[in-house]
Each structure stands twice: as structure tokens, then as C-alpha cells.
């Protein structure tokens, strides 16, 4: 089955990549897909990048320098040791990001067709609302 489900974050002001990775970091949110960090910085090129996870700083860096340079850039993030995750975009304004949540996802106990968007929110809303979150629209299309 497929289905297309996205969490869209809008912020007050233009947010840096290093901003909302180490909010997120910071509560459990790691790089970590199943052992590496996996990133795209040019979509147009369209070949993901690995590099090992103690090279996290210089991919934050290069992510960085991917948005400034007009890019949308991608980098996949889990929860703690639970590889539930998905890949966040980073868009060139720095208003906005999203999450394409595709990595062990969390379904609804009551309604399992439908992801659990409750679980995702819980994870996210408290450390980018220290950061200026501003707004959050979600869609789940099974």
C-alpha cells in the first residue's frame, strides 16, 4: 500500500538548519539510519550522500551551505533507538521545513490504515516551538 503523509513547520522567522537539528537533537531525535547518516544536499543531483555519524558536524555544515546556495536539502533522522524516522527538508527560506515520515512508521492503534500523527507531534511541537515554530499542517493519504 502506499500512501503520502507530510508534516509541513513554519517558523516566525528564517531558521537555520543548525537551529532545528540541534532542537531536535536535543530532545531525540539522531542521524542515525542503521548505523550511517544518510543526506542529500542537490535534489537535482539526486544521489543521497552517507557519511559515518561521527562526521555529523560536517554534514550540518553541508546542509547549511546547500540551503544558502538555493537548494532544498534532506537529511533522515530517527527517534532515539526505535528507527521510526523520516527524511526532513530544509528549504532555502529557512521558514519552513518538512517531514516525509517513511522509516518504521508509527500506525494508529484504533485506525492502523492511518499513521499515528499524534506520535510524530509529541516528538517535534516542543523543541521547534523553542525555536519559533509558528504553525504545523500534517495530511496522511493512504
Known amino acids: 500500500m502506499s500512501r503520502d503523509t507530510e508534516f509541513v513547520f513554519t517558523f516566525t522567522q528564517e531558521t537555520r538548519v543548525t537551529d532545528v537539528l540541534e532542537a531536535l537533537g536535543a530532545c531525540g531525535w539522531v542521524p542515525d539510519d542503521m548505523g550511517k547518516i544518510s543526506f542529500l544536499v542537490d535534489p537535482e543531483d539526486g544521489d543521497w550522500q552517507t557519511r559515518a555519524l561521527e562526521e555529523y558536524p560536517a554534514v550540518i555544515a553541508e546542509l547549511e551551505r546547500g540551503t544558502a546556495a538555493g537548494y ?22 529557512g521558514g ?18 492511518f499513521l499515528d500523527l499524534e506520535w510524530y507531534l509529541s516528538r517535534l511541537l516542543g523543541p521547534l516551538a523553542q525555536i519559533g515554530l509558528s504553525g504545523v499542517e500534517t495530511s496522511d493519504l493512504a
Open 72 to 93: 532544498t536539502c534532506t537529511i533522515m533522522l530517527t527517534w532515539k533507538d526505535t528507527r521510526t524516522g523520516g527524511n526532513f527538508f530544509f528549504y532555502p527560506s
Open 96 to 113: 519552513r521545513m518538512m517531514l516525509a515520515p517513511i522509516l518504521n512508521t508509527r500506525a494508529r492503534p484504533d485506525h492502523p490504515r
